[in-house]
């Protein structure tokens, strides 16, 4: 089964300039997240990345790499609500 969604044509120039708009609001949430998180350029990309794509992120690291700061950070830049689950060991079946 396809669907067809009928839409009306966009010109290149709207397409252009909604697409600068989109660019220049992900620098600004990158921005405003650099201001908090050091050093983790790459993570914070990624993880935008698989916000943007409407995806799943799993934050893996030793202690220590603001992990949850940057998903706190996210979360207040973004206005989103988020929730940490601890997993250690003890908590494991």
């Known amino acids: 089964m396809s669907v067809m ?3 009306s044509p966009i010109s290149e120039k709207a397409m252009i300039e909604e697409a600068e708009k989109a660019l220049a609001d992900i620098s600004r949430v990158r ?3 650099g201001r908090v998180i050091f050093g983790q350029e790459a993570v914070v990309e990624r993880t935008l ?3 943007l794509a409407g995806g799943h992120a799993l934050l893996v690291g030793v202690p220590g790499l603001a ?3 940057l998903v706190e950070t996210l979360g207040i830049v973004l206005g989103l609500d988020s929730r940490r689950v601890q997993f250690t060991p003890d908590l494991m079946p």
Do not use: F
Request: proline fraction near 0%; avoid cysteine.
């Open 49 to 51: 990345v698989a916000l």
């Open 67 to 69: 992990k949850t700061k």
């Open 31 to 33: 921005d405003a997240v």
């Open 5 to 7: 969604i009928k839409e």
